[in-house]
């Protein structure tokens, strides 16, 4: 089994940053992308920004310039640094990673973290 626990969230002045961390843990052989995703009330679930192995990043337009994926193979861990929050980032984070279990697992299994939440004030 694995678990993914997310940690950094809170609440920040519209303009701060914050960090937010995710620890992937268990029956892990790898692990190849590892994503950040948010939720607003009312709204979809949205991919952030997302990490290859090989550090390969994408994000969506609205957080370029503004927030780094960024991950470390040793820790199984991926970070999200946010810097110049507008009230618009406000939502619950989510961590996913696509685990491999085994050296025959080619494409893994996709986990999820229980989110953390991130709020924005004037």
């Known amino acids: 089994q694995v678990q993914l626990v997310e940690s950094g969230g809170g609440l920040v002045q519209a303009g701060g940053s914050l960090r937010l961390s995710c620890a992937a843990s268990g029956s892990i052989f790898s692990i190849n992308a590892m994503g950040w995703y948010r939720q607003a009330p009312g709204k979809q679930r949205e991919l952030v920004a997302s990490?290859?192995?090989?550090?390969?990043?994408i994000y969506i337009d609205s957080v370029k310039g503004r927030f780094t994926i960024s991950r470390d193979n040793a820790k199984n861990t991926v970070y999200l640094q946010m810097n110049s929050l507008k009230f618009e980032d406000a939502a619950v984070y989510y961590c996913?990673?696509?685990?491999?279990?085994?050296?025959?697992?080619?494409?893994?299994?996709?986990?999820w973290g229980k989110g953390t939440l991130v709020t924005v004030s004037s």
């Open positions: 996913s990673a696509e685990v491999r279990v085994g050296v025959l697992d080619y494409y893994g299994t996709d986990y």
């Open positions: 990490i290859t192995s090989g550090g390969n990043t």
